[in-house]
């Protein structure tokens, strides 16, 4: 049977790292609050200007190629998750595709946040089984840094976050011993708005007046971006991280657990689990539910924060390059996040 496998991987994170103490410059907080709530020890942050979702998935996918044993004009497919493009329109993926002078090849573009990578990989996996397509790059990437609001309003937010990318190559194999055995992918609207950036958007109030109660009928017809917005600090990410909390450590197993059901395996079976980088201290429950060692548990939002749709390919990436996968190892990938969204994907490396 046809399946996809991970030929080349590769990552690419920004040369500046910012501590939890460099943050105390723009609110309050301290290196003991962040650590206890979320684990991170620090992050890295892009260059303002000269650095953008596309350029490190470029260095990503630079790597994740050279790796996969191909070259850039033989990749006849791209898919690209970020929930922060260069642009608002057009996506990342043909940009990708320009900054790499690749061929006049698709390029889709997956707006899943947390779940992204997952979700672009299992549509990657399904044109692999098809035969469509010989050599898919999927890439994680996120320029968090430029949208945070770094004051203490928003520390329960802005701490978490970070820059960086992460980037596989997909190509067919026969062998029944390795490659992509299963994807899993899940969503659930109702508590859509628990984590969200609302603006700038078209749903003109749609999603509840007592957020725009200030602005009278004209404004909130031409409101993709308003001056009011920026007066009422509008233009940031929203989470109800309790909320958040509460729904991941119960979809994250649940997930886990169908994707090994689903190919006959156990909790023990698994050599590595991935999880989004999303809490530290998520993932530990996840663990403990799961009755997983430390050794079979990844994580670096230590040193990274929350990367969002980078997190999963970052943290495989750095896994590998560790040793601490080898050929034949079971390995489970898992995601939560906005929407909400969550999925999985076993395979056999």
């Known amino acids: 049977m046809l399946r996809s496998r991970i030929a ?10 910012v501590t939890n103490n460099d943050l105390l410059k723009y609110m309050d907080t301290s290196d003991e609050w962040i650590q206890e709530r979320t684990g991170i020890k620090e992050r890295r942050y892009a260059h303002r200007t000269d650095e953008t979702t596309t350029t490190m998935g470029v260095e990503a996918a630079k790597i994740a190629i050279e790796r996969a044993g191909t070259t850039a004009n033989e990749i006849d497919f791209i898919v690209f998750a970020t929930l922060s493009p260069d642009y608002y329109f057009p996506g990342c993926g043909v940009l990708l595709q320009r900054a790499m002078q690749m061929k006049e090849i698709g390029a889709l573009d997956v707006r899943n946040q947390c779940s992204g990578f997952l979700y672009a990989l299992s549509v990657a996996d399904q044109f692999i089984k098809t035969g ?18 770094l004051t203490t309003r928003s520390r329960n937010i802005s701490v978490i976050f970070g820059d960086g990318a992460g980037a596989v190559v997909l190509q067919p194999t026969e062998d029944d011993n390795c490659g992509i055995l299963s994807t899993h992918l899940h969503s659930d609207g109702e508590s859509a708005e628990i984590l969200a950036m609302f603006n700038p958007g078209t749903h003109a109030n749609h999603w509840g007046e007592k957020n725009y109660a200030d602005f009278d009928d004209a404004e909130i017809a031409h409101m993709f971006i308003s001056q009011k917005m920026i007066d009422n600090e509008q233009l940031f990410p929203f989470m109800d991280g309790p909320a958040v909390f509460k729904k991941a450590i119960v979809k994250f197993p649940e997930v886990i657990n169908e994707a090994l059901n689903k190919n006959g ?57 560790k040793g601490k996968i080898n050929n034949g190892d079971l390995v489970c990938l898992a995601a939560f996040g906005s929407g909400f969204t969550w999925a999985s994907a076993l395979l056999k490396w």
């Not at 690419?12 to 790292?17: F, L």
């Not at 469509?132 to 990437?141: D, R």
């Not at 539910?289 to 939002?301: F, T």
């Open 265 to 321: 395996y156990k909790t023990s079976d698994i050599k590595l689990l991935i999880p989004h980088q999303a809490n530290l201290r998520i993932a530990q429950f996840v663990q403990q539910k799961l009755k997983l060692s430390d050794d079979q548990v990844y994580n670096n939002i230590q040193h990274y924060g929350n990367t969002t749709a980078a997190s999963v390919p970052i943290a495989l990436c750095e896994a590998w390059e």
């Open 132 to 149: 469509m397509y010989k050599n898919i790059l999927v890439v994680g990437a996120e320029k968090h840094s430029f949208g945070l609001d």
């Open 8 to 17: 080349g991987i590769g990552m690419y994170v920004p040369e500046h790292v």
